[in-house]
Each structure stands twice: as structure tokens, then as C-alpha cells.
């Protein structure tokens, strides 16, 4: 009885590594790869967007900061273009003195053709004058552990560390009234909301 345990946890073991590689093979052969929910979308924004400039409905672009990866495989690589859209926007002076930009990503360009995406929102929210922003701001040793753990953890995470660590502020806002402003080459995680089918970039 005592090495049934063992043995079940083993088959187990043995079992996912099975599926595992079978999911891999499987999405390599058949070109196109269920990316799960939850998954880290990290972008280097191309177009700034600004609180006091745009409106929801304004669309801009950005591309992928690591790779896009599924099941041990790179569905999309860095640099691929992706696109978003400012899905709410209230300037300062308007809303009792607050502002906000909500953030979403909605299309990844694979092989040349735009696939859609449905992600979670990147917010950022003013307190006005005087006040705080409330933002999530990717910087410093955070931004890098993200990075070095999207690439692969380990050795990946320490170069991340190293990387972000003289990486700025992703968001800024003005003195008078607590504008917002996602500039361009900022970098904004967004995650999967629900499972993706997506060709296998080429």
C-alpha cells in the first residue's frame, strides 16, 4: 500500500508531461494555438494618450514587449504590432475635478492579418489637484521581474531585474489638475480575459 502513493504520483506526473507535449505538438502542426485566459500581454505603447486630448473611441497602437507565448510555443514574437482602444477618458475640470483613462487591448497583427483580442483594462484615475493618482505603473525592479518572468523565470528574471531597474515611470500627470498622460514607450501589462485561438506567427 505504502507504494501505490508514490506510483499514482508519478503516473500523474507522467501524464501531464504526456498532455503538455501533446498540446505542443498539436499547436505546432495545426498552425493555430488556444492562448489561455490570464495570459501577460506586456506592450511598449507606439502612440501617447492624453486625458485632455483624447476621447474614448481613440485607438492606438503598440507592440508586444516579449514574446507571446502558449503551451511552449511563440505565437507571437517581440516587436509584433498590436492595437487598443481608449475605452474611457474624463479630463480634469470636468468630472469635479478628477481624471481617468481606462485602456484596452482589442487586435494583435499574426501574419500579417489583425486577430482579435479581448484583454483587461489598464486604468489610470486622478485625484485632481493636490491629490493622488492612483495609476499601475510598471517601473524599476517590478517591471524587470515581469519581464524576466515572462520570458521564462530563472536566468530571464535576474536579466529583467537588471533591465528594468533603469526603466521610468510608465505614466505621468500634470501639476494643475492632475491631466493624464500614457506616453509613447511606456510599457502596460494587460491580461487574456477568456481563451484566444491565434495563428502561429510565421
Do not use: C, M, W
Given at each position: 500500500m505504502r507504494n501505490l502513493k508514490p506510483r499514482a504520483a508519478a503516473s500523474v506526473l507522467t501524464s501531464v508531461s504526456v498532455l503538455t507535449l501533446t498540446l505542443c505538438l498539436f499547436a505546432q502542426g495545426s498552425k493555430r494555438v488556444t492562448v489561455p485566459a490570464g495570459t501577460r500581454i506586456l506592450v511598449r505603447m507606439v502612440d501617447s494618450v492624453d486625458s485632455s486630448k483624447q476621447k474614448a473611441g481613440y485607438?492606438?497602437?503598440?507592440?508586444?514587449?516579449?514574446?507571446?507565448?502558449?503551451?511552449?510555443?511563440t505565437v507571437a514574437p517581440k516587436g509584433t504590432t498590436v492595437y487598443g482602444v481608449l475605452a474611457q477618458a474624463?479630463?480634469?475640470?470636468?468630472?469635479?475635478?478628477?481624471?481617468?483613462?481606462?485602456l484596452e487591448l482589442t487586435d494583435i497583427v499574426i501574419n500579417g492579418a489583425a486577430q482579435p483580442l479581448m484583454t483587461t483594462d489598464y486604468e489610470v484615475k486622478g485625484k485632481g489637484e493636490g491629490g493622488q493618482t492612483t495609476k499601475k505603473v510598471l517601473g524599476g525592479a517590478g517591471l524587470g521581474a515581469l519581464i524576466g518572468g515572462?520570458?521564462?523565470?530563472?536566468?530571464?528574471?535576474g536579466i529583467g531585474a537588471l533591465a528594468g531597474a533603469a526603466t521610468g515611470t510608465a505614466v505621468a500627470a500634470t501639476k494643475?489638475?492632475?491631466?493624464?498622460?500614457?506616453?509613447?514607450?511606456?510599457?502596460?501589462?494587460?491580461?487574456?480575459?477568456?481563451?484566444?485561438?491565434?495563428?502561429?506567427?510565421?
Open positions: 485607438r492606438f497602437t503598440a507592440t508586444l514587449e516579449v514574446n507571446l507565448q502558449a503551451y511552449d510555443v474624463s479630463s480634469a475640470g470636468k468630472f469635479k475635478g478628477s481624471s481617468q483613462l481606462t515572462i520570458a521564462g523565470g530563472g536566468k530571464g528574471a494643475k489638475g492632475e491631466q493624464l498622460l500614457v506616453p509613447s514607450e511606456a510599457l502596460l501589462e494587460f491580461r487574456l480575459e477568456h481563451p484566444t485561438e491565434l495563428p502561429i506567427a510565421k
